[in-house]
């Protein structure tokens, strides 16, 4: 065909030439002249084909729009003050590209229907109802009760949270449950650095529509994700604000936030949620809890603020996808990309030569109340009518600790006392029952009011009665009862709350960064004393070093995989609570910190004080042969001492040369027990009841307490209680610590401190000895209570260890996995550590060091040769006490340029500290010792001198660390030689002492 004549194809190329898209912005001022807006918009004006047409304000609210500028595609959006309406008349007149779907935007604003949308397409929501006050009376079902609420038929357990059904309101309400404190978290839109208040208000709103759902603990992140269609979503993390208000910003005055992997799965939902409401430029916010991951919250258009990533990303897949739809039309030559830029990245471990991998740490709760405990024989009837309606015939035991359970024992009490007053009987069991009853509505009553923190009581069956220590008495026939065991005390005391609070800020300094700069940059070079107190006094939120390796930098980027573990036991979950405020540098209450960031790990016995039923009989048998030994009255012999410390922990020896003649150190103690209860009444007498008793203790409840210890420890039998010992030195340790400025100038402070000193040296004995005094019995016995927790740690450490971490655990682990392509200011995005802290009581302290220490990590053989192996046994034989706050850390690193299979390519440290210093100093020596070289610089910097742990750091590879917590048994030599084992010890309070 001859083309010489015909120009028609140049006609064409005129037309073409200086075509353009006019992409038309719609929306209010705010939002088109914000920051991301304008980079975006400049992007996409560096597309040779597009240019873009900003809509004014006074255009868009004041001219009809015929009036409105014409444009072939069209980014408009709602926000306070946009008028919806005429927009969509608008996009019906000049029938422009429409990037997100205007009438979808009124569903947006409504919360029911963002979640009819969401529940409709099949992405996970949180369990919730809705609670429409619009609809007539007979419509709707809402029911408020103590601790949860009904709607239409729906139990919501708190903590629940509330939501108005208009999305622009953002006045959100979680409520907490009584037994984790009560009150409620107020979320409101961030108003300067709060966004929003905790308060004691319980109850729920009686006006307005809400939707009720289900609180999902996120260990204190929110994710926020970002969709430029279906296929693009970018998503950041931020501190939650529920977790204490306080909005984390940088020094542009902007919110901190981090960008986060997403899984696939959440890709996928993010796809849905684009799709489902016709928004192509779309927010949403993600609760990551539990393995789910769920859309709490649909925002529409929103873009990322401060990523120059995403502004790139974004303006390429817009101006592409606008490109692609246009063009062909507009005739437009625009040819199609071959693909966009969005490789699936997998982070791994780089950077330093032995990177942090794991932290665990297992640690006593910190200072608490007295406990207290007594037990009362019950048969009548309202007794065992309780005890049915718990279910407690299924496993012969019930726990009472809720307030309208505990009421219920109140009743019954108040109930038999009248009746026995009633009666008048002289009956000698009736008038013995009735002094317990009245101790028992007496601690019930305390307060004015219950919590399950402060006070439990349990039921225990017992079906042939309560056994009776003589032969004569068991001739009798016995018929069923319950035994009433009632405990109170053992509240985390205010000095507890700062001991755990003060030990989360030190220990941040055991992570990389940690030891050159303490909490708010403090150079290392100054005084210990200035060190600590001047970061102690640095404001939250500033933290060690400038280059990001410290534990907040790396926990506020989302690579810090922490978990918090506690018993059921509220001082605990308070003292964990305090820990990880502490630790993570945040502000206001507890409650909110306890219910977001603890985990309760009663359910598999990981952490309660059930001792595995099999090794039970070895406990009590312990038990029975050690306070035989402590009642024979006379002066111990060799062969006594041996008996009594078979495994020569020098603290018990030292303990023992003390006591001499048991029976008469009892004797002493219980003169010195009468003494005090002459004196209590007589201080009290002489300042008239003016000065008051540490945490609002009465003097009358200081006296029963005295009271019963005396009757308890010398029963009826004449032999002293040994297992009272316990009991005692808890309670003097408690006044001398507490009530010292009330006892310190009166004649009670001598005996006070003659009583600690004594009964101090006889707990030293009685306490650790309880639990095992040979070998095989300490480590049977720590077998039973500790079993779980062991196999929990060992599962920590391998799955940093395994070959198919990436592939087997992609969905959990890129939860904490930060995005290198995005993470512009973080010098090191691939690492990730993975930190796990369970809180407990001194029993399982006692029996993971005893595994530690006798469970054959160092091959029995090798003991003797290995030199700082025996110092660090030293240290822990010298260590008297497992005082509030002791804990036992494991650290573990890697050095991924060495084979798996080298003793060079793992490294595992063992850190302890036997807590807070008490306010008798003991005699702990200052241990000499080293930490090996830092992983933060080639020459090793000095550890700071107050960390307070001993350490034991062993080399080894792959399978080794496999073998680590393995059934307590001699370690082969092949898998722990001495010349592949560094083990170094540094002791001292890791925290001030408590004057």
Known sequence: MDFTNDSSWMDLDGETEGKQVIVGVCAMEKKTLSKPMKEILTRLEEFEYIKTCIFTEKVILEEPVEKWPLCDCLISFHSKGFPLEKSITYANLRKPLVINNLESQFAIQDRREVYRILSTAGIDLPRHAVLDRDLPPEETNFEEQDDSVVVNGVVFNKPFVEKPVDAEDHNIIIYYPASAGGGSQRLFRKIGSRSSVYSPESNVRRAGSFIYEDFMATDGTDVKVYTVGPDYAHAEARKSPALDGKVERNSEGKEVRYPVILSNKEKLIARKVCMAFNQTVCGFDLLRANGRSCVCDVNGFSFVKNSRKYYDDCSNILGNMILRELAPTLHIPWTIPFQLDDPPIVPTTVGKMMELRCVVAVVRHGDRTPKQKMKLEVKHPMFFDLFKRMNGYKVNHVKLKKPKHLQEVLDIARFLITEIEKGGSSNEVIEEKKSKLDQVRYILEMYGHFSGINRKVQLKYQPKGRPKSTSSEEEALKEPSLLLVLKWGGELTPTGRVQAEELGKVFRCMYPGGQDLLI???????????????????????????????????????????????????????????????????????????????????????????????????????????????????????????????????????????????????????????????????????????????????????????????????????????????????????????????????????????????????????????????????????????????????????????????????????????????????????????????????????????????????????????????????????????????????????????????????????????????????????????????????????????????????KCSEKQVNAFFSKPQPVPKSTAEASNRKISFRTGGALPSFQ
Request: hydrophobic share 35%.
């Open 520 to 954: 708010g940059g403090v150079p290392a070079h100054e005084t210990q004393v200035d060190r600590y107190t001047r970061a102690a006094s640095l404001p939250n939120g500033e933290y060690a070093g400038t280059q990001g390796l410290g534990l907040l930098r790396l926990h506020s980027t989302y690579r810090h995989d922490l978990k918090i573990y506690a018993s059921d036991e509220g001082r605990v979950q308070m003292t964990a609570a305090a820990f990880a405020k502490g630790l993570l540098a945040l502000e206001g209450e507890l409650t909110p910190i306890l219910v977001q960031m603890v985990k309760s790990a009663n359910t598999n016995g990981l952490l309660d004080n059930d001792c595995d039923s099999s090794k039970y009989q070895t406990l009590t048998r312990v038990k029975a042969k050690l306070h035989e030994m402590l009642q024979r009255d006379h002066e111990f012999s060799q062969e006594d001492e041996e008996l009594l410390n078979p495994c020569n922990k020098i603290s018990i020896a030292k303990a023992l040369r003390f006591i001499r003649n048991p029976v008469k150190c009892c004797g002493y103690v219980y003169d010195l027990i009468q003494e005090l209860n002459v004196l209590i009444p007589q201080i009290q007498e002489e300042n008239g009841g003016k000065q008051v008793l540490y945490h609002a203790e009465t003097w009358d409840l200081m006296a029963r307490r005295w009271g019963k210890l005396e009757k308890d420890f010398l029963p009826k039998t004449g032999v002293y209680d040994i297992s009272k010992i316990p009991d005692i030195y808890d309670c003097i340790k408690y006044d001398v610590e507490h009530n010292r400025s009330v006892l310190e100038n009166t004649d009670a402070w001598k005996v006070v401190v003659e009583l600690y000193t004594n009964v101090q040296n006889l707990a030293d004995v009685v306490i650790p000895q309880e639990y095992g005094m040979t070998r095989a019995e300490k480590l049977t016995i720590a077998q039973g209570i500790c079993t779980p927790l062991l196999k929990k740690i060992k599962a920590d450490l391998q799955r940093n260890i395994e070959d198919g971490e990436e592939k087997c655990e992609e969905e959990e682990d890129t939860v904490h996995r930060l995005n290198p392509r995005y993470s512009s200011g973080v010098s090191s995005p691939g690492r990730h550590v993975r930190t796990r802290l369970y809180f407990t009581s001194e029993s399982h302290i006692h029996s993971l060091l005893t595994v530690l220490t006798h469970g054959g990590l160092v091959d029995i053989e090798m003991q003797g040769q290995d030199e700082q192996w025996r110092r660090a046994l030293e240290y822990v034989s010298l260590v008297s006490e497992l005082n509030y706050m002791t804990q036992i850390v494991i650290m573990l690193y890697e050095d991924p340029t060495k084979e798996s299979t080298s003793d060079e390519r793992f490294h595992v440290e063992l850190h302890f500290s036997p807590g807070v210093n008490c306010c008798v100093q003991k005699d702990l020596p200052p241990g000499p010792g080293f930490r090996p070289h830092s992983r933060n610089h080639e020459q090793g910097a000095p550890n700071p001198p107050n960390s307070g742990e001993l350490i034991c750091s062993i």
